[in-house]
């Protein structure tokens, strides 16, 4: 039971981060040499391997978020995640595989919210001495396309 409440949380706390635009955060949620892509559920479901958004390692991740904050001219909008519980696949005290269901909500500075991503989590995650980290995170949506663009992490 310890181990699923620390889950829920750690889920619970990327949402959090990522709806707060907390990037530091976000990025510290991962391994040195995680993984961490964003993929259309047909393409996963065909073992194809095109993502939306596929990136390796931390360094990638830093400068995802550098693009983001510094460099990528986009339309401003918020985004709120609605993440389930978790489901643990697998763990030992090595690694722990868990998937969950999410929502990503977008409201533009025009007041209009909308369904922006639909999907589940794919995840490999590593007990550490500093807390829970993503080996590799999946995020494999439902939408048969992305509304414009994917700027921010799902």
């Known amino acids: 039971m310890e181990l699923y409440l620390q889950l829920t949380q ?5 949402a959090a981060h990522v709806d707060r ?5 976000w990025i510290e949620m991962f391994t040195d040499d995680c993984t961490y892509s964003v993929q259309a559920r047909e393409n996963h479901e065909r073992g194809l391997p095109m993502a939306a958004l596929s990136l390796d390692g931390k360094g ?16 401003p909008y918020m985004q709120k995640h609605i993440v ?3 489901r643990i696949i697998s763990h030992s005290a090595e690694l722990i595989e ?5 929502a ?3 409201t533009k500075y025009d007041g209009i919210a909308q369904v922006f991503n639909v999907g589940r989590y794919i995840d490999r995650i590593r007990p550490t001495d500093e807390g829970l980290r993503f080996e590799s995170r ?3 949506f439902d939408n048969d396309m992305i509304l414009n663009s994917l700027i921010y992490p799902i």
Not at 10 to 14: A, L, R, S
Not at 61 to 68: C, E, V
Request: charged fraction near 20%; charge should be negative; glycine fraction near 2%.
């Open 10 to 14: 750690f889920y619970q706390d990327y």
């Open 21 to 25: 635009a907390d990037w530091d955060a």
């Open 60 to 75: 990638m991740l830093k400068d995802r978020i550098y693009g983001i904050t510094e460099t990528i001219f986009h339309d």
């Open 84 to 86: 389930s519980a978790p």
């Open 98 to 102: 868990a998937q969950a269901n999410y």
């Open 104 to 106: 990503v909500f977008r």
């Open 138 to 140: 999946l995020c494999i």
